[in-house]
């Protein structure tokens, strides 16, 4: 697998998500939100957690205008890997290559804390490392982590078995407690709590590892 | 010239800053208010001739997220 990270001014988590990366086996770039192309042979992005662009405007919102967001679109376009964490699901969020928002926290306060996920789909190359309905504890840390879609948009998520992730007990007033998301091709994963923070003992869990060698599983370059 | 965009939580939107807001002010006294919405209002300052409608299509690309938000536009 090779993994290229976004870096942004003000991304904090990408290093983090880089190490997760190496250690299920991938070759990571990282590469800076000015580039205007992805290096070659790339099938997996990762768009790192943080506060790009200061959270000006709306969290994620100018990083989704950025110049290598729209080769990372691209890339989705053409069937490629995108993950998501935090600020990055923010950010897909306002690509659109996910739908939905990410709202302020309905209690108004930044959260960082380990909380219980259930895997609410192991039918995806992010999640096939778990047994649906299973429960892990993942790291959260943002302020603006309220998932929010119309109605609509809820009910065809559940009904196309889109939801990865939901919290055991939802931090953050996010609709139908809603953690994470796929794309309707299941290889865009946006979510909001951290599992590359989940990735070392040193971390204090490793919950999250399962998720990176599963892709990385999927990912084998030929 | 100039335009100013006003960009609000649509409604139906939980406005949870809009909320802390109201209690703020009936805890001190301030009886009465019924809601509190919190928006933003951004001001632009535009070459000659620009028109509403560019100033509309910032708004779609990049100034509102219309799933959450509305906005509107202002000429002056």
Same mark, same amino acid.
């Given at each position: 697998?090779?993994?290229?990270?976004?870096?942004?001014?003000?991304?904090?988590?990408?290093?983090?998500?880089?190490?997760?990366?190496?250690?299920?086996?991938?070759?990571?770039?990282?590469?800076?939100?000015?580039?205007?192309?992805?290096?070659?042979?790339?099938?997996?992005?990762?768009?790192?957690?943080?506060?790009?662009?200061?959270?000006?405007?709306?969290?994620?919102?100018?990083?989704?205008?950025?110049?290598?967001?729209?080769?990372?679109?691209?890339?989705?376009?053409?069937?490629?890997?995108?993950?998501?964490?935090?600020?990055?699901?923010?950010?897909?969020?306002?690509?659109?290559?996910?739908?939905?928002?990410?709202?302020?926290?309905?209690?108004?306060?930044?959260?960082?804390?380990?909380?219980?996920?259930?895997?609410?789909?192991?039918?995806?190359?992010?999640?096939?490392?778990?047994?649906?309905?299973?429960?892990?504890?993942?790291?959260?840390?943002?302020?603006?982590?309220?998932?929010?879609?119309?109605?609509?948009?809820?009910?065809?998520?559940?009904?196309?078995?889109?939801?990865?992730?939901?919290?055991?007990?939802?931090?953050?007033?996010?609709?139908?407690?809603?953690?994470?998301?796929?794309?309707?091709?299941?290889?865009?994963?946006?979510?909001?709590?951290?599992?590359?923070?989940?990735?070392?003992?040193?971390?204090?869990?490793?919950?999250?590892?399962?998720?990176?060698?599963?892709?990385?599983?999927?990912?084998?370059?030929? | 010239?100039?335009?100013?965009?006003?960009?609000? !939580?649509?409604? *139906?939107?939980?406005?949870?800053?809009? @909320?802390?807001?109201?209690?703020? =002010?009936? &805890?001190?006294?301030?009886?009465?208010?019924?809601?509190?919405?919190?928006?933003?209002?951004?001001?632009?300052? !535009?070459?000659? *001739?620009?028109?509403?409608?560019?100033? @509309?299509?910032?708004?779609?690309? =990049?100034? &509102?997220?219309?799933?959450?938000?509305?906005?509107?536009?202002?000429?002056?």
């Amino acid at each position: 697998m090779h993994a290229a990270v976004i870096v942004f001014p003000g991304s904090n988590c990408d290093r983090d998500l880089a190490v997760a990366f190496e250690a299920a086996g991938a070759r990571v770039s990282m590469v800076w939100h000015k580039d205007t192309t992805l290096p070659e042979g790339v099938d997996m992005v990762g768009v790192p957690g943080g506060f790009s662009y200061g959270d000006y405007l709306r969290c994620g919102a100018i990083a989704a205008n950025s110049p290598i967001c729209r080769e990372v679109a691209a890339h989705a376009e053409r069937g490629g890997y995108v993950m998501g964490v935090c600020n990055g699901f923010q950010v897909l969020t306002e690509t659109g290559l996910l739908p939905g928002a990410l709202l302020r926290n309905a209690g108004l306060k930044y959260i960082c804390k380990t909380v219980g996920l259930k895997v609410a789909t192991a039918d995806s190359d992010y999640t096939s490392g778990y047994e649906a309905g299973s429960v892990i504890d993942i790291p959260i840390a943002h302020h603006d982590g309220n998932y929010f879609a119309d109605s609509e948009t809820i009910a065809r998520l559940h009904a196309e078995d889109r939801v990865a992730f939901k919290y055991t007990e939802n931090p953050n007033g996010a609709q139908a407690d809603i953690a994470g998301i796929l794309s309707e091709n299941r290889r865009v994963l946006g979510m909001m709590p951290h599992p590359e923070r989940a990735a070392d003992a040193g971390h204090g869990g490793t919950d999250g590892t399962a998720l990176f060698r599963a892709l990385a599983g999927a990912l084998v370059t030929a | 010239m100039k335009a100013r965009v006003h960009v609000m !939580l649509k409604n *139906g939107v939980l406005d949870p800053q809009g @909320e802390a807001v109201r209690h703020a =002010l009936g &805890a001190m006294g301030f009886d009465g208010v019924k809601g509190v919405r919190q928006g933003k209002v951004i001001e632009l300052d !535009l070459d000659e *001739g620009a028109s509403q409608s560019d100033v @509309e299509t910032m708004c779609e690309k =990049l100034l &509102a997220n219309t799933v959450i938000e509305s906005y509107s536009v202002e000429m002056i």
